[in-house]
């Protein structure tokens, strides 16, 4: 017997009389299609689970909706339809609307082996990320820094990101004048144990 969530049965019963008999039946063949179907609740709406999302049903004031998740090889095999709605069928308002049973069971079959193959697909492992050295600090910096032993014990606790963002930012200076400037500066936050970058961190 399939599982059915009940929540689905009261979004059935609470939809338009018109829509009632398509929802069911779209209900139905999923099943057909994938008994090991999960039916849940989402975005306020029937939805069907396997090994992921696998497509959802809704209904509207005049029209219904049925619609294939993720898998671009199952919503190439379906025709656009005559009008544009939510999901690969258009406005659904009655049962002749939707293609022939077996082949929506077709669909939903292939949906799920997709998402089978998806599940049991081992992940590439992941590339460690490799941390750049600290870069080298220009002597000037250095020397400015040790006529602040409270800068200099700071900056030598930064991390390299930290580091690598003050030494950036003074010899990226177009003048002297510029570079003079930034440096005063940057020995000034630095002594306050700021980061090159603090007014834009979150506070």
């Given at each position: 017997?399939?599982?059915?969530?009940?929540?689905?049965?009261?979004?059935?019963?609470?939809?338009?009389?018109?829509?009632?008999?398509?929802?069911?039946?779209?209900?139905?063949?999923?099943?057909?299609?994938?008994?090991?179907?999960?039916?849940?609740?989402?975005?306020?709406?029937?939805?069907?689970?396997?090994?992921?999302?696998?497509?959802?049903?809704?209904?509207?004031?005049?029209?219904?909706?049925?619609?294939?998740?993720?898998?671009?090889?199952?919503?190439?095999?379906?025709?656009?339809?005559?009008?544009?709605?939510?999901?690969?069928?258009?406005?659904?308002?009655?049962?002749?609307?939707?293609?022939?049973?077996?082949?929506?069971?077709?669909?939903?079959?292939?949906?799920?082996?997709?998402?089978?193959?998806?599940?049991?697909?081992?992940?590439?492992?992941?590339?460690?990320?490799?941390?750049?050295?600290a870069p080298r600090t220009p002597a000037y910096f250095l020397a400015a820094l040790r006529k602040?032993?409270?800068?200099?014990?700071?900056?030598?606790?930064?991390s390299p990101s930290h580091k690598r963002e003050y030494v950036t930012w003074i010899t990226g200076?177009?003048?002297?004048?510029?570079?003079?400037?930034?440096?005063?500066?940057?020995?000034?936050?630095?002594?306050?144990?700021?980061?090159?970058?603090?007014?834009?961190?979150?506070?």
């Open positions: 017997m399939p599982t059915k969530d009940p929540r689905i049965d009261a979004y059935i019963a609470k939809a338009a009389p018109f829509a009632q008999p398509i929802l069911k039946h779209l209900r139905k063949v999923i099943h057909q299609g994938c008994p090991e179907i999960q039916e849940t609740i989402k975005w306020g709406m029937p939805s069907f689970e396997h090994h992921g999302l696998l497509c959802g049903i809704a209904a509207f004031k005049r029209h219904c909706a049925l619609g294939f998740w993720k898998e671009r090889k199952i919503k190439e095999q379906i025709p656009a339809p005559a009008e544009r709605a939510m999901g690969q069928y258009g406005r659904i308002v009655s049962l002749d609307d939707l293609p022939k049973d077996a082949e929506l069971v077709r669909l939903v079959r292939e949906a799920a082996r997709l998402n089978e193959a998806k599940a049991t697909t081992p992940r590439a492992p992941s590339v460690p990320r490799v941390r750049q050295p602040r032993p409270k800068a200099l014990a700071a900056y030598r606790a930064f200076a177009k003048g002297e004048e510029t570079r003079a400037r930034r440096l005063a500066t940057a020995v000034d936050w630095i002594a306050e144990g700021k980061p090159q970058n603090w007014k834009y961190m979150k506070k």
